[in-house]
């Protein structure tokens, strides 16, 4: 089902928290919005889940106007940040909840838990009550009843954030499978980049209530449109070099470092430039030799992490395969390679 | 000794100090009461023995003669009192005007003894009269004997011949403090109404507790709970009033509503009925309106404690039952009343002893009235034992009353606590030290 | 974050608020009269007024015959019932503290006892406390009466109490004793802070249990001439020569009006008693 | 040689028309002041007055202050309470510290001085008196066909037993029946328990003590019960009377809303002062109690006293004996007698102009006070009218009839009396 | 200052949590305490602390033995996994309480504060109460506090598990960094691998009150001891693959894979084995080539992350840099690197 929002704005007493914000998602696609603390995100999810009324615009659930539709009138199932499971009832109570409310027959209502439950592998745990769980197996729970009412959207509000890194991994995989087996349209709020671009078909990055992108993960991590939106995207994250248009390459004051830039960045001799550099892009292997000094190095399992100091000031990560030959206070020249960089205006924009 | 520990107790003592002896103290002293005949009469701490009148109408028909001799005054002028009146440092005329012109004289009452004194002529004063005739007293009638040997000396001096069952009696006839006995227990249990009035408190209890104390103030909870911020707390502090006014005034609002002059009497005579008492016209609207009176105070506890218990639930689990589909009903019925148990628990408990121990209200309303339909116990222990018209409160049988209050209490706290599951309540300290 | 006050757009609020304001009708109505008949007076048998008049306010401004200068009650009633409420929230606060947190021998029995003792109606125990008074030399002094008052409050107030401190996280005590602080040093300055609400609510509670009291000073410290406002109130229908209904209701009005504006100030805090309470 | 002395002194049930009970004491000890400066003597006496609105609490103090020995010196309370505070020692008898032979003290009337006595003591001194009449509004009673003549004499009628309890009934049925007096109202009792309800049962013969013991008559309490329970089977008197708020009551009585109904001597000053019943004499006709069957007509008085308590030194005593000796002269007693309506307690304070140019008071004094009984001082009095009321209320309120409610009283005041109530 | 545990045991009650534990912390090493939750990590550094008393064994910091000591008297700085910060202090006043508890005047506390929060970068939010902080800067706070005493010892007690992705990364720098600086002994307990191996010197890994490994982050990641510790570390996590000894090589039971084994392993023929393959050592670059399905792709920004079913059912993880032309669903032949696996026996011991 495609959720339109149409011109949507939404404000709480005075704060003007959305303005006109015009969304689609497609039927069957997973769309993370992703953005910072407070942009307005989870003001935006629950509009669509209809526990907040927009203060203008509309919203669509295909053709269909749901804007003054209360949320039970809605399909649509949530699952909340905090989960929000009923701590009183036991998985299979909390799964079938939707259904009961409904109306729907006890026997019935155990089979659909049953098997949604094994969809999400949880099938064990029916008997068991939230306080009981970790935190992995309430995020399927929440998951599984969010599910088991077949909504036409899914809508998941930082599912992730109370897991730690181990389950979070398993769990993006989890809900990323059974999405694309239930083939639901589904938006997935969050602020963590990794999860957004491993999870979805489009990422849209919000940024004080509005929208500043949206596009596929690979597209806005290779082609941000902005400093904010290429801060925000890669783990580690990237740097960026102040300087200034010089003969056609970016020069950094005062330095040495020059980097030519393409012919298609059209800006005139001296304007002040960003040059955002990833850390993969900051290697032994690139083509553009900079030197400078290792202030802090960190292991990473199978990848080494270095911070380095150039000469001049400014600082440039770069991640390479474990070695051990490069230690805090070393100096290195390493090379930026010229393919990977990222030109900005100084007000963020792409260039 | 641990330094927690030791702070504990200092911590601890002035709550432990101020419960024992205001609370527990007062309760077993209450209990030894209640083994008494304490009354206002008898006196708190300890009694004397008088021969007064009014104590040996026992005796009269037991031994008339010793009684009758004992209650008698006399006034004899006789050598023994001249000597002493000799002693008192009076003019020395007096005891020789006495001496010379009275002795032998015998006189049946006091007054009649200091008429004489009064006329001699050396003219006494009223406060020497008042010493002067002291000295001839030859009887114990009215005087108070702080021991029973004080007692028996007297009286053989006086010249009674007694055996010791006659002593016993006597002391136990002029006695005036408290003596233990069962009594008041028997009292209690033979008495017509107390069934009566101990179906009425359970009545009472149940019915307030579960109309309002609870039931009510869930509504009210739930209610506010569903409504914008400002609202909610209007209606929260409408409903806070009653608790806070003070209970002369409230019930006379009540009163100004019912009574036959009241809102209702007026309202209905527009429609042409004639004015009438709603509050006492019958015993169904005495207990309507105890009812109604006591469950609108109860209500507010309850609400305070279940609204706040509802604003610990997280919002989000109202959202997410919303969007999966719960009506408002449905919502009330699965997500928020189970969370309730235990506020609800809490709250059932904690009122069910205090309206066992309240009567202020039922005294102030209906006074138990109509007849005795709307009496309860605590109410009973007051009327019986603690409000006597004409000056003579039954200490004892007060405290046996209160006693059986206290024991229903203890029974329902224990079966309470157990609910509670009283072992979780107290958790063992994180930090060992 | 997304859990802000606001309700739900999903159920709509009105019936509520009628529904409520239905049941709530008689009481607004009684109360309304009241004040009403405070400032007007009334024909027997009518419920509109005639006239208005502040004759039954007589008393804020001069003393009545025989009673004595409201203003003075007042403070009265205000020196007693802050006394009572130091008293009250003092010793639960440090009692709860200890039953919640300190490894003290028969924490448990304690809480219970102290609850099951709230079944006594305290008029009977007047006689038994007297004793206990006379006998620790307090009776016929006030502060005598102000400690039997608190007793009487303290079940509710340690329980309060302690399901408070049960709530605050133990890191912070943690915390505070890896810092250097001593037990006491940390339930002062690091603990105390945080079961504000808990003092809040009690204090509140406590007032206005001692606002109310009536019995207690008259009886136990007749020498201290403490009239409280409850008595000057009882007074005005003593009997039936003094008989003064439009008064009686007037300074019942001028009685109810601070705990009001107590209330008014802090019901915030007796919304969080659950923090609280029942948790134990 | 300089003595500074002080002398506490409270009353119960005092308010603010009762100031007197206090303030006279005060006067008296300026009096003895005096007379010690005649003396030679520099008295300085400071009365310390505590009154008290309520009864419960004043009793509850004082009992306890007692106990403690910190009673005050002197105290104004009702005569009953000398029963049991006598035999509990918080109190010493009066006659140990004054000459009764002795003005004033001799000119007290001698009912009233025998209402302060126990055990043939006399432990107080009558501090106020009272009595409780009929009372019947006048325009009703024309309007039933009572002459203005008939009106006037019907005090003397009712004292020789010429007019009874049943013409009372009747009466009161005629006014409602003839619509002057809504249901209900023709009969109207007070409104709540108090000494009144005694009168009603020595009016229909019955006594309340005899020879120091108490005496329940059962026929005579039965024709009581039974004469509130016909007012409420005739429909003069609610049956849900009791109870009722005071304010209303007064307001309707002082305007004719009632047809009869009885009251306290101090009811006239409310109803003039307070309920603006100004024009008094012409709408109200008061006299005894009637007769009822097998009784007399009579009233009850219910007099406080001051009364000496225990435990202090015998000076301060014996001046309190002296202040209380004073404060009983007429010219003082007067003025509160006059103050809170309540009648003089010797017959010379009739004879000041303030109190024989009231003319509420000098009728009532001598329609009233000559036949007035008093509940005796008798410390198990109170558990016999609290189960006497108990029964009263259940028989008028129908709750049992009238003969289960005598059956019920006798057995509990057999429970709980034994043999210290005679049962006949 | 050095810290050694000796022997150390604790129970609560009837339940045993560690049993038996000797644990050496050298002086101004950082040493993670990492392990799942319940092993009895808090537990341990509770009893570091003096909040728990060890119902065996001693603790000694330097030579002076503590075990007894109140922690009033230990000298050691804490930060709490909720940084326990004093809600109605503000910044200074919580960092300047230890100072203040020991009587220090105010002025040289001021000083002191100033200091220290110069250190941990919060000099100018020193006015601010902890509700107004964001974690990060909560973070910093507590570990300002910790070390405002110049404590001997510094616990953190999983103090980045409730900060999100891209502030965790932040302040694991900051941390080490610190420690570093103040030359402090410090111990972190964490749950988080990346964690552990990014910010200490050596690792011990426990596992139901015992510790099963101790060593440095390289050492526990290329030479784990057992199959539970290289399960743990390692971001994708390792994949294992169940065989037999055959031939001198391991063999999958129904399938063609087999992968020689070195000599060292002396396992008899037929001896069930584990294989760990990390998913960096299975890659197109590896030498035993292997086919299978790719089940699972995600995009993680430089990165993607492949799950390829083989014939006969096991799973192996494959990460690789970002590249387009592999999608789920394709066949694929790619190879592990002989060098890189791990072999484990039957019951997780390494061989
Ligand atoms: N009920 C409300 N009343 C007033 N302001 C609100 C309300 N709900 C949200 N806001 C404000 O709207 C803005 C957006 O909030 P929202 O919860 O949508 O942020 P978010 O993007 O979900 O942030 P986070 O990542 O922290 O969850 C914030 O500034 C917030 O303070
Ligand atoms: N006070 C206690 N009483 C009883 N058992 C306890 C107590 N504290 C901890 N335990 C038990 O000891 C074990 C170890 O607990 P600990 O808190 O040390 O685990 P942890 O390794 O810190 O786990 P996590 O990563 O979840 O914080 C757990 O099984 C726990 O249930
Ligand atoms: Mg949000
Ligand atoms: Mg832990
Ligand atoms: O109660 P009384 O005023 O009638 O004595």
């Keep these: 089902m495609r959720v339109l929002l149409d011109n949507f704005s939404k404000s709480f007493g005075t704060t003007k928290v959305i303005e006109n914000m015009t969304l689609e998602v497609g039927h069957g696609e997973m769309l993370a919005l992703l953005g910072p603390s407070g942009c307005g995100k989870s003001t935006t999810l629950f509009a669509i889940c209809g526990i907040h009324r927009p203060t203008g615009g509309r919203i669509l659930f295909g053709d269909r106007d749901v804007t003054d539709l209360p949320s039970q009138a809605r399909n649509i199932g949530v699952v909340f940040q905090s989960y929000a499971l009923y701590p009183h009832m036991t998985v299979a109570e909390n799964i079938g909840f939707p259904l009961k409310v409904k109306g729907m027959p006890g026997e019935d209502i155990r089979k659909e838990v049953d098997r949604i439950s094994g969809l999400v592998h949880i099938g064990n745990l029916l008997g068991r009550r939230p306080a009981e769980l970790s935190g992995g197996q309430q995020q399927r729970v929440a998951l599984a009843r969010a599910l088991v009412r077949k909504p036409d959207v ?92 010089a003969n056609g390459a970016f020069a950094i004051p005062d330095s040495e470092i020059r980097v030519p830039l393409p012919v298609s960045i059209a800006a005139s001799e001296g304007t002040k430039l960003m040059l955002g550099v990833r850390p993969e892009h900051f290697t032994p292997a690139g083509d553009i030799a900079v030197s400078g000094k290792v202030t802090f190095a960190e292991t990473q399992g199978r990848e080494n992490l270095y911070d380095v100091s150039l000469d001049g000031g400014p600082l440039l990560r770069s991640i390479q395969p474990v070695r051990h030959d490069v230690n805090i206070g070393d100096a290195v020249t390493w090379a930026i390679d010229s393919k990977g960089v990222l030109v900005f205006a100084d007000d963020g924009r792409r260039l | 000794m641990k330094s927690s520990r ?258 209702i009497s007026v309202l209905m005579g527009k429609f042409g009925y004639p004015p009438k008492n709603y509050l006492l016209d019958n015993a169904y609207n005495a207990w309507l309106f105890v009812i109604l009176i006591n469950g609108f105070i109860g209500a507010s506890m309850g609400m305070l404690v279940f609204s706040s218990a509802l604003k610990a639930i997280p919002k989000s689990q109202f959202f997410a039952s919303e969007v999966d589909g719960a009506s408002r009903w449905q919502q009330i019925r699965y997500i928020i009343l189970p969370q309730m148990r235990w506020p609800i628990l809490f709250v059932t408990c904690y009122q069910t002893l205090s309206l066992l121990a309240s009567f202020n209200e039922i005294l102030l309303s209906t006074r138990g009235g109509p007849g005795k339909a709307t009496e309860v116990w605590s109410l009973a222990a007051y009327h019986t034992a603690l409000n006597n018209y004409a000056g003579n409160l039954e200490y004892g049988l007060g405290a046996a009353m209160a006693l059986v209050l206290v024991v229903i209490g203890i029974v329902l706290s224990l079966f309470y606590l157990r609910i509670f599951n009283y072992g979780t309540l107290v958790s063992r300290p994180l930090i060992e030290d | 974050m997304a859990e802000k006050s606001q309700v739900s757009a999903n159920y709509s609020t009105w019936p509520v608020i009628l529904a409520l304001s239905i049941v709530s009708a008689p009481l607004v109505l009684m109360y309304a009269y009241l004040f009403l008949d405070t400032i007007t007076d009334t024909a027997v048998g009518s419920l509109i007024p005639d006239s208005f008049t502040l004759r039954h306010w007589r008393f804020l401004w001069e003393t009545l015959p025989g009673k004595p200068n409201i203003w003075l009650v007042t403070l009265n009633t205000l020196i007693f019932t802050t006394s009572v409420t130091a008293v009250i929230v003092l010793v639960s606060s440090m009692a709860g503290y200890v039953l919640s947190r300190l490894n003290v021998p028969a924490r448990g029995f304690f809480l219970a006892g102290v609850m099951v003792l709230h079944a006594f109606p305290s008029v009977t125990l007047i006689i038994a406390i007297f004793i206990v008074l006379q006998m620790i030399g307090l009776y016929n002094s006030l502060i005598g009466v102000i400690l039997v008052k608190a007793a009487i409050d303290l079940p509710l107030g340690i329980w309060l109490m302690k399901g408070f401190y049960d709530t605050v996280p133990w890191e912070i005590e943690m915390a505070g004793v890896v810092d250097g602080a001593s037990r006491f040093r940390v339930w002062r300055s690091l603990v105390l802070p945080q079961v504000r609400p808990g003092i809040m609510a009690l204090g509140l509670f406590s007032f206005l249990s001692g606002w109310s009291e009536f019995i207690l000073p008259q009886v136990l410290a007749p020498g201290g001439k403490v009239q409280v406002l409850s008595v000057y109130l009882s007074s005005l229908i003593a009997d039936d020569n003094n008989f003064d209904f439009g008064t009686f209701k007037a300074v019942g009005v001028f009685y109810i009006v601070p705990v009001l504006i107590v209330y008014a100030l802090f019901h915030k805090y007796l919304m969080n008693i659950y923090g609280g309470g029942s948790k134990g | 040689f300089a003595k500074d002395i002080t002398i506490s002194v409270w009353a119960g049930g005092t308010g603010p028309n009762d100031t007197y009970r206090l303030d006279a004491i005060e006067i008296a000890a300026q009096q003895l002041e005096r007379e010690a400066a005649i003396r030679g003597e520099d008295l300085k006496i400071k009365v310390e007055k505590t009154p008290y609105a309520d009864w419960e609490s004043f009793k509850q103090a004082l009992t306890l202050a007692a106990e403690a020995k910190k009673a005050p010196n002197i105290v104004a309370t009702g005569h009953e309470d000398i029963g049991p505070w006598s035999q509990a020692g918080l109190i ?298 108990k029964g009263l209320e259940a028989s008028w309120t129908g709750a049992k009839t009238v003969d289960a409610s005598i059956g019920d009283v006798e057995t509990e005041l057999k429970s709980t009396l034994g043999d210290k109530i005679v049962i006949r």
Aim: aromatic share 10%; hydrophobic share 45%.
């Design chain 1, 154 to 245: 899914l809508l998941l509000d930082e599912p992730l954030a109370n897991l730690d890194a181990k389950l979070r991994l398993e769990m993006r995989s989890e809900i990323r499978r059974i999405q694309r087996e239930t083939g639901i349209t589904a938006i997935l709020v969050t602020h963590d980049q990794v999860e957004a671009m491993s999870m979805c078909d489009r990422i849209a990055i919000m940024k004080e209530g509005e929208i500043v992108q949206i596009a596929t993960p690979a597209e806005m991590y290779n082609d941000p449109r902005t400093a904010f939106v290429a801060g925000f995207l890669g783990n580690p994250p990237i740097t960026f070099l102040r300087g200034v248009m």
């Design chain 2, 6 to 263: 030791m702070l504990g107790l200092i911590m601890i003592a002035p709550a432990a100090i101020m419960i024992l002896l205001f609370f527990l103290m007062p309760v077993v002293l209450t209990g030894v009461f209640s083994m008494t005949n304490m009354t206002t009469a008898t006196g708190i701490s300890g009694g004397a023995y008088q021969i007064a009148p009014h104590s040996l109408n026992d005796l009269k028909s037991t031994m008339p003669d010793i009684a009758e001799q004992m209650s008698q005054p006399r006034y004899t002028i006789d050598e023994t009192g001249l000597k002493a009146v000799e002693g008192l440092g009076l003019d020395a005329g007096i005891a020789t005007e006495l001496r010379a012109k009275h002795m032998g004289e015998v006189f049946k009452t006091r007054r009649e003894a200091e008429r004489m004194i009064k006329g001699l002529d050396q003219g006494p004063s009223t406060t020497q009269v008042k010493q002067i005739s002291e000295q001839f007293n030859r009887s114990v009638v009215n005087s108070r004997f702080s021991s029973r040997q004080e007692l028996f000396t007297a009286l053989d001096t006086l010249g009674f011949k007694l055996t010791d069952a006659q002593k016993d009696s006597i002391a136990e006839a002029t006695y005036t403090g408290w003596n233990w006995t069962t009594e008041n227990f028997s009292r209690i249990v033979s008495s017509p109404d107390m069934a009566r009035v101990l179906f009425n408190t359970l009545l009472y209890v149940a019915l307030v507790l579960v109309l309002f104390n609870t039931t009510y103030a869930m509504l009210l909870a739930i209610w506010t709970h569903y409504m914008p911020a400002a609202p909610a707390t209007i209606f929260r502090s409408i409903w806070l009033l009653p608790r806070i006014t003070p209970v002369v005034i409230y019930v006379l609002m009540w009163k100004w509503l019912a009574w036959d002059t009241g809102f």
């Design chain 4, 92 to 389: 010493v008898p009066i006659e140990d510290y004054v000459d009764l032979d002795s003005w004033p003290l001799n000119g007290i009337y001698e009912n009233l001085m025998e209402i302060a006595s126990f055990n043939g003591v006399v432990y107080g001194i009558p501090q106020d008196a009272e009595s409780r009449p009929m009372f019947f509004w006048k325009p009703y009673m024309k309007a039933i066909g009572y002459s203005d003549a008939d009106l006037d004499a019907l005090p003397q009628k009712v004292q020789d037993g010429g007019y009874t309890m049943a013409n009372v009934l009747e009466d009161a049925k005629k006014m409602q029946d003839k619509g002057l007096v809504q249901p209900g109202y023709g009969f109207y009792p007070r409104n709540s328990n108090g000494p009144d309800y005694w009168q009603f049962y020595t009016s229909f013969g019955g006594t309340m003590e005899e020879d120091g013991k108490l005496v329940f008559d059962k026929a005579a309490m039965t024709r009581t019960y039974q004469f509130f329970a016909d007012a409420v089977k005739d429909g003069v008197t609610k049956k849900n009377h009791i109870g009722m708020p005071g304010d209303q009551w007064w307001k309707e009585v002082a305007t004719g809303k009632a047809g009869i109904w009885h009251g306290g001597t101090w009811h006239y000053a409310r109803l003039v002062k307070q309920e603006g019943l100004t024009n008094f004499f012409d709408n109200v006709v008061f006299t005894l109690i009637p007769a009822g069957e097998g009784g007399k007509a009579n009233t009850l008085t219910h007099p406080l006293v001051y009364l000496l308590t225990s435990g202090h030194e015998k000076e301060e005593t014996e001046i309190a004996a002296q202040l209380i000796k004073i404060a009983s002269e007429p010219r003082i007693n007067v003025l509160h007698a006059m103050k809170s309506a309540h009648l003089g307690i010797a017959k010379a304070e009739s004879e000041i102009d303030l109190y024989s140019s009231d003319r509420w008071a000098r009728e009532a004094t001598e329609r009233l006070l000559p036949y007035a009984n008093a509940m005796p001082n008798n410390a198990d009095f109170g558990t016999y009218w609290n189960i006497m009321w």
